[in-house]
């Protein structure tokens, strides 16, 4: 749902969304969400889900990630936050993006070149993740493109400068959101999960997949 402000009622569309960002409710069907989520499950056996860690003070973040595709984005305290090749922990190459997703890609960003990296977030029922920048990227020209899946989560978005005023809206399973053109480095980010509004997955919780291109082709 998107709202303009605590006392203006929740509309679900795509009117008051910031320039640049591009929302499609229920992009992905049941069947398509059930093959990504058996894709993410494989993924997860070759590369285990990782607590990733803030840059400096070490702080665990809520949610769990592992990557697929050349590039991996990762982070702890030491090296803080970039793009690597191999797994954090296993030290093993990163999985190759599942079909799909390269579909889908080339659907959305038929100009983009090939996504590199496909980050995986899994929150649970309690996760979220505070508002910032997808910057770590040397290229900016491609979009972000962000499928949900499972439970419904409260994204919100903004412009690119922090602190500006925001839009708030539910992710629901299915639904695909892209940031591009002016919206690429817009601030956003996810309050809370809604659990229990999805049985897609087998406990309570939510599935983000981000694809991005990090390198100028
Ligand atoms: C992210 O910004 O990395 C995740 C956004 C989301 O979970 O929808
Ligand atoms: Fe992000």
New binding site residues.
């Given amino acids: 749902m998107i709202s303009d402000g605590p006392d203006k009622p929740p509309r679900r569309g795509a009117s008051a969304l910031p320039p640049g960002v591009r929302f499609l409710p229920g992009h992905l069907d049941a069947v398509v969400q059930a093959e990504l989520i058996a894709a993410i499950r494989e993924i997860v056996r070759q590369a285990p889900l990782f607590s990733p860690e803030m840059p400096r003070t070490g702080k665990p973040l809520s949610v769990r990630m592992t990557n697929c595709g050349p590039l991996g984005w990762v982070t702890d305290k030491v090296q803080g936050y970039r793009y690597q090749p191999q797994h954090p922990v296993t030290g093993k190459a990163w999985p190759p993006i599942p079909p799909p997703l390269l579909d889908l890609w080339r659907d959305l960003a038929p100009i983009a070149p090939p996504p590199e990296a496909c980050?995986v977030?899994l929150?649970g029922p309690e996760a979220h993740?505070g508002l910032?920048q997808?910057k770590d990227e040397s290229t900016f020209d491609a979009p972000v493109l962000?499928v949900?899946l499972g439970d419904e989560?409260l994204?919100r978005v903004g412009g690119t400068m922090r602190g500006g005023p925001t839009t708030s809206f539910r992710?629901r399973s299915g639904d695909v959101?892209l940031l591009e053109a002016e919206s690429r480095l817009a601030y956003?980010?996810?309050d809370r999960i809604y659990p229990g509004t999805s049985t897609l997955l087998r406990q309570p919780g939510?599935i983000?997949l981000?694809l991005r291109r990090v390198t100028p082709s």
Avoid: E, K, P, W
């Fill in positions: 980050l977030n929150y993740m910032h997808d962000s949900s989560a994204f992710l959101l956003h980010g996810v939510r983000n981000t």
